[in-house]
């Protein structure tokens, strides 16, 4: 089996929970996620929003075409009921709420790929009622202020929420993006993915940051 790079072994040493995992198929399996999810690039410490805290356009378009790149990633280890997402053939739709950060990267980034017999389209979402069509849903940071709503309205659908904002994964997400030492890191909610009928592979989870349910 082919070694892990100096920079996958940085990538897995970074992700808490994964420490040189001696299992072959594991270990296989643990190196490409970390190579297509960790060690796509560094970004600088992320800002609240475009254009604030000194952040230029170059880094704006860095940051969500990482984002973009790692969501298309997730995609190959998260597995939907089958009746979630109608009939063979029927476009699989990843949207993004609100405000879009992505700009045109993201459609390039999803053009031509297929999950589950599913052909992926990428949709923008601006209200309530047509969140529960989509697959995936991107919530922007500026937008975590409708969070709550969106939750309510896609309770009993098998959607998977996707943010980046503190404390998103405890409050009705299951992925959210943080940063960590100026990497881009993601942290799974394994509760809420199970709530929702999402099988996430344990490949994924096992180099993400879990997240709990906040005690009641």
């Known amino acids: 089996m082919q070694a892990l790079s100096p920079q996958e072994e940085d990538g897995l040493r970074g992700i808490r929970g994964v420490s040189n995992p001696a299992d072959p198929k594991r270990r296989s399996a643990l190196r490409r996620v970390a190579a297509a999810l960790i060690v796509l690039g560094t970004l600088l410490a992320a800002a609240?929003?475009?254009?604030?805290?000194?952040?230029?356009?170059?880094?704006?378009?860095?940051?969500?075409?990482?984002?973009?790149?790692?969501?298309?990633?997730?995609?190959?280890?998260?597995?939907?009921?089958?009746?979630?997402?109608?009939?063979?053939?029927?476009?699989?739709?990843?949207?993004?709420?609100?405000?879009?950060p992505f700009g045109a990267s993201l459609d390039k980034m999803f053009q031509g790929k297929v999950h589950q017999d599913h052909p992926v389209r990428v949709v923008r979402v601006t209200k309530l009622e047509e969140v529960a069509k989509c697959a995936v849903l991107f919530i922007p940071r500026g937008e975590m202020s409708?969070?709550?709503?969106?939750?309510?309205?896609?309770?009993?659908?098998?959607?998977?929420?996707?943010?980046?904002?503190?404390?998103?994964?405890?409050?009705?997400?299951?992925?959210?993006?943080?940063?960590?030492?100026?990497?881009?890191?993601?942290?799974?909610?394994?509760?809420?993915?199970?709530?929702?009928?999402?099988?996430?592979?344990?490949?994924?989870?096992?180099?993400?940051?879990?997240?709990?349910?906040?005690?009641?």
Request: net charge positive; charged share 30%.
């Open 146 to 216: 409708k969070l709550a709503k969106i939750v309510s309205v896609l309770r009993g659908h098998n959607v998977l929420l996707v943010g980046e904002a503190k404390g998103f994964a405890t409050l009705g997400g299951t992925i959210n993006f943080y940063t960590e030492d100026k990497k881009l890191r993601f942290e799974v909610n394994p509760s809420q993915a199970k709530r929702d009928a999402i099988k996430i592979s344990s490949s994924l989870l096992k180099l993400a940051r879990i997240v709990e349910d906040p005690k009641k």
């Open 48 to 100: 609240p929003s475009a254009h604030a805290s000194g952040e230029s356009d170059q880094d704006h378009a860095r940051e969500y075409a990482l984002k973009g790149a790692m969501l298309e990633k997730f995609l190959k280890y998260v597995e939907w009921p089958a009746e979630a997402l109608g009939e063979e053939g029927a476009p699989l739709l990843v949207g993004v709420f609100g405000k879009d």
